[in-house]
């Protein structure tokens, strides 16, 4: 695909004819429909146009990956639901490593000092300024509506923790649950959900890590290497 084809693509997606393109990039609507119908290979308006989509340059032109638009370039964590942090690293997979929510993980993905190791076969093509980055898969209705039972929380365990953040919090007896941080204080964890009133209260002694869940991603986005 060409450029001048990716532009099409984009602009369709976003359901734009070339006057609204025009008026968001403020490049003449002529160029535009010219640029699509010859398959222009480079521009010099490529960053004005790239920008109106909300993506990079780099980001316009990369084939291998269907970008959801409009994508902000600038966000920074905590992020708005649904939304996938974006910086300047280009989207690399990041893999499903177990679940979350009330079921166990399976064991074989975690080390003796409960970090992810491996990796199941599916991952999503994603961004995160954080290298060690995983997904589990939600089990349960308990989270909903922020996350949705069979789809997907983005883990960012080197990301700091703020109060009504939502985490994973791994305990000491190999349970694995995604809930919503209270409170942290006198050696006591407090835990709820968005579909259920009760409480959890955990002593810190039995919590192996809490790691803080930036988004959910949809189970649509997820992706197999076989």
Known sequence: MSLGSQIKHYREKMGWTYEQLSEKSGVEKGTLNAMEKRGSQASKF?????????????MLIDESVDYDVPYPISRVTPLPEGAIHVGNERAR??????????????????????????????????YSSDPEAFLIEVDGSSMYPKYEHGNFALIEPNTSIDLEDVVLV???????????????RNGKIVL???????????????VSWMYYAANEIARKKIKSRF
């Open 192 to 206: 709820a959900s968005y579909n259920d009133p009760a409480r959890l209260e955990l002593d810190e002694l039995d």
């Open 93 to 126: 997979p990041i893999y499903v490593v177990g679940k979350g929510a009330g079921s166990p993980a399976p064991e074989r993905i975690w080390t003796d000092g409960d970090r992810p190791v491996g990796a199941i076969d599916e991952f999503v093509m994603g």
């Open 170 to 184: 791994r305990q000491e007896d190999g349970r694995t649950l995604l809930k919503r941080l209270l409170s942290r």
């Open 46 to 58: 490529a960053s004005e146009i790239a920008k109106a989509f909300g993506l990079t340059v780099e």
